[in-house]
């Protein structure tokens, strides 16, 4: 086994088990907070769905992102932290610092107890969120490069993975010492699920396969899959390049709503037959968002096309990433292979 110990924050979530479970399989001790000590027996039975057996390698510490308590003993003997734990809403809050206060302000926490600690490196879950948005439209790839307008009338769930990021990077310039810090800006998140509980991204593909989409709004998003998420978490964590870099998670650039419905369609056939196959008529959306606040953000990004560039990770870290088409294939098998999604 590795004697150095990796910490996981948030390990319930759809990211942080993928990375705790590669953690492992790469023969690292793995600590990792919980906000309840209930979540640790379905944290288990994940890890061993995936064939790993964690037994005394994988311990938990009780920590919230809102308050100090927990968190020095989480860090306590450490050398690397991955910091995946981050509130993403269902739907979008009132107030916007219910979001923004709890990201930037959580993520502050773990770095300085990481600090205080004498973590080695830190590897940050940011997003592609923090990148490429409260922009004029452009043809031009978004890169690592860039950084997200937050005066560009975007929403409190953008703003929040900005500032949380942006916070992240001053407090290592200013009192960082000698910690370093890599971040990993994901899009979408997908890939085959383990339960119930998962990403918030992945209720597109459930809506898709369910037939609860008459058809698909002119939306368009990159994806990555989870697998691939946590593999650049774990090479943004050792690798001697990575040190005070950011990178673009995604599989490909960016593909629109409609040809992952055709990707459905195509890979999985009468299994996706509810899937739709017509493009929703852009009014049709924005007289929806009218009396549906949940669909404005819909509405304000139909037609938009954001292309970006994840060779920075390929380049300097090696990753090979999955298609999008077998990102999103392999989330949809996993769907009906749990009964998630109705196959009839």
């Known amino acids: ?168 990077w001053d407090f290592m310039a200013r009192e960082g010492g000698p910690m370093e810090l890599s971040v990993v800006n994901p899009v979408g998140i997908f890939g085959p699920v383990l339960g119930p509980d998962h990403a918030a991204s992945i209720n597109m593909v459930k809506m898709l396969m369910n037939g609860d989409m008459p058809g698909t709004p002119r939306l368009s998003f990159a994806v990555v899959d989870v697998r691939d998420a946590a593999d650049l978490h774990l090479r943004a964590m050792t690798s001697p390049d990575a040190a005070g870099q950011r990178f673009l998670a995604s599989a490909g650039d960016a593909l629109s709503l409609h040809d992952i419905a055709l990707i459905l369609r195509r890979r999985l056939g009468e299994a996706a037959r509810r899937v739709p196959s017509e493009i929703l008529p852009d009014e049709t959306v924005r007289q929806a968002a009218r009396t549906n606040p949940a669909m404005r953000e819909t509405a304000d990004n139909l037609g938009k096309v954001r292309h970006l560039s994840s060779a920075k990770a390929r380049r300097l870290l090696g990753w090979t990433p999955r298609s999008s088409e077998e990102t999103v294939t392999s989330t949809a098998q996993s769907l009906l292979h749990l009964g998630l999604v109705s196959a009839v």
């Open 1 to 168: 086994m590795n004697p150095e110990t990796v910490l996981v924050t948030g390990g319930s979530g759809f990211l942080a088990t993928r990375c705790i479970a590669q953690a492992l399989q790469a023969g690292y001790p793995v600590r990792t907070s919980v906000r309840t000590p209930e979540r640790e027996g379905r944290i288990r039975q994940d890890i061993e769905r995936l064939g790993i057996p964690a037994g005394d390698a994988l311990s938990f510490v009780t920590a919230d992102l809102t308050s100090d308590d927990g968190w020095p003993q989480a860090v306590a003997g450490c050398d690397y932290v991955l910091h995946v734990a981050s509130p993403f809403p269902p739907s979008q809050p009132e107030n916007e610092d219910d979001l923004i206060a709890p990201a930037r302000e959580g993520t502050l926490r773990v770095l300085r107890a990481a600090r205080e600690a004498k973590v080695g490196r830190v590897v940050v879950t940011s997003s592609f969120a923090a990148i490429g948005y409260g922009h004029p439209d452009t043809d031009r790839p978004f890169t690592e490069d860039d950084w997200t307008n937050i005066d560009g009338g975007v929403s409190p769930y953008i703003k929040s993975k900005t500032l949380a990021e942006r916070a992240a």
